[in-house]
């Protein structure tokens, strides 16, 4: 075999070349790590199934996932309210019932949605469909196929929704009476707050209670506004050299001589008015505009003394941090960095002496803590800003939102015991500020640390609870006696409303249904539609001013709340006829009308339970429940039912 190879060389070099291409074609197409041959059996491999027989491939999940990207960046109302952009399921289903419908156009369908869109928003076409073919991972036409098929499933929703049992004529202008009718009158509401009602005081236990169950969210964020999670927050100090005591080293050094105006003047004639350069003479041209070029370079004089003044401070605070280790572009503080960092009090006199100023007046909240609202807040310090980071101007609170305890940002590199960078405000105020310790937002270590808010909010679900008790004797008191009474009684007020609405016109008009608002309530559907009811139920054609107060007074409670509402009728205004007939042809607006006549929502069936339920879906390899977070990073809108 050797003798063959010696003597067949040029042989032998052909078959190695041939030998190793294979091997390095076999490596990079079998190996495991080419993810190739993976792709090609998944794409295979079937995800689901319907009860019609209809399977759906991974591949197809994919492509799903995609749509649903696109989909979501429209701002549809539709999609908004059905959700099906959040669900490759939802949507695959969906857009599977509209197919069938024959409702789904093709490309220059969903290409002639993204013209409009485009013409609307004034927005270059081609901006826009890069954006979605970049959020999908697409191609324009792929883009422009998904949102054919969005158009497809809003006219089988829309289809559905109009049918002539659901969509008389009669039905949608009484239900748009509902809807439009104004309300006038006056109601005082009775809450857990202001009301006099007396409760026990809340135990420990109860407050233990209310803090495990709303500690990590934010005030304001559960329900009814609970909420004990402090906010970022800090402690900092900084120093200002006010702008009044720049111009007033200014205006007394030589930068104001006779000689630097003259010479200001002979450079920059052009910048002063054309008629004040009239006169015979180059002196009495300078003498009648002296008073405007001395501004002039007072201004600019003024500007650059600032700017070397806060470079001065920046280069001071630089200077200290000298010779420290940085990771990151975070400095490694020594431990006792407290006492070797240059102090402020220092620093301000070290201004003062070099440039003649009186020394910069030093701040400190280093005994509080203060949330970034706070900071911004405060006078001369929350409203300074920098362009160290760029065209746009940086404030402080933005740096105090970047600092590295709070998570950090690479674009705004901020830490504790490190001086930020100067600022200046508008008027040119210069500010030098530090912030010497800080604590990331958390839920309170103990009820003590939040037992004023606990008690508040525990105290406030019991009066309402014991209102909801009252609620018979409050409507015979505000029946009898009138609504001033029954505010008396309770400690609260009586107010004036006009104009009470269930849904305001503005909005109908594009699906939405936003309630008006009442005095100290605000906005509730559940209490507008009780009291617009209750007005469209009294006798036609009389004053209702003059009908008993017993008649047109309502009670009812306000659970999202925690109140009770007694209100008084005094007028109502009928839908104008002008406001119906553009509604009458409005899909959007049908939808809420047949969402108003039914006892649900007829939307109800197209929800992601209805839907997999009628269509008879099924995963064809449903995943267990721990491979739920990993599926989540693996896929951008994975599907909640495939995860279970």
């Known amino acids: 075999m050797l003798k063959f190879f010696r003597k067949n060389e040029n042989l032998t070099r052909w078959i190695l070349v041939i030998g190793m291409t294979f091997l390095m074609v076999s490596w990079l197409v079998f190996d495991q790590s080419s993810t190739f041959l993976t792709q090609l059996l998944e794409g295979r491999s079937t995800w689901a199934t319907t009860r019609d027989g209809t399977s759906f491939s991974e591949a197809d999940l994919r492509r799903l996932q995609q ?184 205006e007394s050094s ?146 105090i939102q970047s600092l590295r305890e709070f998570g950090g940002k690479p674009t705004l590199v901020a830490q504790v015991s490190v001086a930020g960078p100067v600022l200046q405000t508008a008027l040119g105020d210069i500010v030098a500020f530090r912030v010497t310790a800080a604590e990331a937002a958390a839920p309170p270590a103990s009820v003590d640390a939040a037992r004023e808010a606990l008690t508040k909010d525990v105290t406030r679900v019991e009066r309402f609870e014991k209102l909801e008790t009252l609620m018979a004797e409050i409507q015979k008191q505000a029946a009898d006696q009138g609504l001033a009474s029954l505010a008396q009684t309770y400690g609260t007020k009586v107010e004036a409303f006009t104009d009470l609405r269930q849904g305001e016109k503005q909005f109908l008009q594009y699906g939405l249904k936003f309630p008006g608002s009442l005095p100290t309530l605000g906005s509730d559907a559940a209490v507008a539609k009780a009291i617009v009811l209750k007005a469209m139920a009294l006798p036609a054609g009389r004053n209702i001013a003059d009908l008993p107060i017993a008649d047109r007074t309502v009670v009812v409670a306000a659970p999202d709340k925690l109140a009770v509402v007694a209100a008084r009728i005094d007028s109502v205004t009928p839908m104008h006829r002008g406001d119906l007939a553009p509604l009458l042809t409005n899909e959007r607006f ?42 989540d990073d693996e896929a951008k809108g994975e599907s909640k039912a495939s995860q279970s």
Request: hydrophobic share 40%; charged share 20%; aromatic share 6%.
């Open 67 to 250: 749509e649903t990207r696109v989909i979501g960046m429209l701002g549809d109302p539709v999609v908004r309210q059905l959700q099906f952009d959040k669900d490759p399921v939802h949507w695959c289903l969906l857009t599977k019932e509209a197919e069938a419908a024959g409702l789904v156009g093709g490309a220059a369908d969903g290409q002639s949605r993204i013209t409009e869109m485009a013409t609307n928003s004034k927005l270059p076409e081609a901006n826009l469909v890069g954006a979605l073919c970049r959020e999908g991972g697409m191609s324009p036409r792929e883009v422009f196929e998904t949102i054919a098929k969005l158009n497809g499933v809003e006219r089988y929703i829309n289809l559905v929704l109009s049918g002539p049992t659901r969509m008389s004529v009669v039905r949608i202008e009484q239900t748009a009476a509902s809807l439009l009718n104004a309300v006038s009158g006056e109601v005082t509401v009775l809450d857990g707050v202001n009301s006099k009602v007396d409760v026990p005081a809340p135990s420990d236990a109860q407050l233990a209670e209310q803090l495990e169950e709303y500690g990590d969210q934010a005030p304001g964020a559960g329900k009814y506004g609970f909420g004990y999670k402090t906010a970022d927050r800090v402690r900092l100090e900084w120093l200002v050299v006010p702008a009044t005591s720049v111009t007033a080293v200014v």
């Open 254 to 399: 030589p930068a104001l001589s006779n000689i630097e105006l003259r010479k200001y003047w002979i450079e920059n004639q052009t910048e002063f008015a054309a008629p004040q350069l009239a006169a015979t003479s180059e002196g009495a041209s300078f003498e009648s505009n002296r008073d405007a070029v001395r501004a002039k370079v007072l201004t600019k004089a003024s500007a650059d003394k600032r700017t070397e003044i806060a470079k001065y401070i920046s280069d001071r605070l630089q200077l200290s941090l000298r010779g420290i280790e940085q990771v990151n572009g975070y400095y490694t503080l020594p431990a006792d960095w407290s006492a070797k960092q240059l102090s402020f009090a220092a620093l301000a006199a070290d201004v003062a002496q070099k440039f003649a100023i009186p020394t910069p007046a030093l701040e400190t909240r280093t005994d509080e803590w203060l949330g970034v609202s706070d900071v911004a807040a405060l006078p001369v310090l929350g409203g300074a800003t920098t362009n160290r980071f760029g065209s746009q101007p940086v404030a402080a609170t933005q740096i």
């Open 590 to 631: 049908k939808n809420v009308a047949a969402s108003e006549m039914s006892d649900g929502s007829p939307l109800d069936l197209f929800t992601l339970e209805a839907i997999t339920e009628r269509q008879g879906f099924t995963l064809a390899n449903p995943r267990p429940e721990q491979d739920s977070a990993e599926s």
